[in-house]
């Protein structure tokens, strides 16, 4: 019986799995709830549907924070919950996994353990650079580029990388992303209307509002909680609100953004001018952001079609190409000696 290959790419809110004997890609929340710190009660979606809405004894926890793994054995028993739910999951099946680059090795090896280490028994773990698995997934020729700048705006994080023929030459991990929008919405509604609303409802105004391209009339009504009478309620939230709570994540980005070009050599820079930006990344789904990005960069954006799954595309990719599966390697090669 042929063993099953799986790539992974474990984001700080999602996980993306391809699966290689099936041929499909699917997507399943990071999220866990656990009952009296012992029993797993829910994982993935439905887990999600009762963040903010449990009591005292329940815990809706979330294993990875800003990027890396927070909560080993959570992740692990996550992961493998996840590969067994309605899945055709066989132990020793060979792994390749997407890592940010901007973290120190013993984070990055704990990416590695986190399969190797499992009851899944894997036979063969292989590690690739998140940015280089983006590329690929763009349809980018890694190997041969001059140079490009991309940019995954994930969940809690947002991955800077530049990359020249085959290599990343600049990568940096801000720990700004889809939560810090939502923090961002949550904290100037409660201060300019004295109304409390969850995380929830912050990602929903994210989501619904055209932000970059919106009527300035445009607004929802949400449900909350009054601050001055303490009772719950709804009110009604306008885009110009949303627009002013992204003003200065976004500005530090763009900041972030413009330092690594400046420190990127003369050659490599001008051919990001001519190749461009490209977005990729959960966040990048908003319509119109490729076009601030582009307006504050000046240099020609573009978004991924695909962008929340840009990298498990390229994982596919790798997975499939004898000459792309060389940019994976493992965490036991004789570099890695001093970390076993």
Sequence with gaps: MARNTYGLDLGSYEIKVYDKKQDTIWKEK?????????????????????????????????????????????????????????????RGAEYVIAVPTDVTEVQKKAFFDLV??????????????????DAVGLGIDVQNTTGVMIINFGGE???????????????????????????????????????????????????????????????????????????????TISITLVRAAFKDTLLECMKAVRSMLDRTPPEIRKAIYQNGIYLTGGIANM???????????????????????????????????????????SMLDESYRWMR
């Design 157 to 235: 994080t947002t991955e800077l990388s530049v990359l020249t023929e085959g290599g990343i030459v600049f990568n940096r991990l801000l720990k700004l992303g889809g939560t810090t929008l939502d923090q961002e919405i949550v904290n100037l509604v409660r201060n300019s209307h004295d109304f409390l609303i969850g995380s929830r409802t912050a990602e929903i105004l994210r989501q619904q509002f055209d932000v970059f391209n919106g009527d300035s009339e445009t607004a929802f009504s949400v449900a909350g909680r009054d601050l001055i009478t303490g009772l719950p309620m709804r009110k």
């Design 287 to 329: 319509s119109g952001l490729d076009a601030y990005v582009e307006s504050m960069t000046k240099i020609h954006t573009t978004a991924a079609q695909k962008p929340g799954i840009c990298a498990v595309n390229g994982l596919k990719k790798i997975m499939l190409s004898k000459d792309l599966s060389k940019l994976a390697y």
């Design 116 to 133: 190797i280490h499992s009851n899944a028994k894997a036979r063969e773990v292989n590690i690739v650079e998140r940015s280089i698995a």
């Design 30 to 90: 990071n999220v866990l709830a656990v009952q009296d710190k012992k029993e797993i009660i829910a994982i993935g979606e439905d887990a999600y549907q009762m963040y903010e809405k449990t009591p005292p004894d329940i815990e809706v926890a979330f294993p990875m924070r800003d990027g890396v793994i927070s909560r080993f054995n959570d992740m692990q028993n996550l992961l493998q919950n996840i590969l067994k739910k309605n899945r055709h999951f066989s």
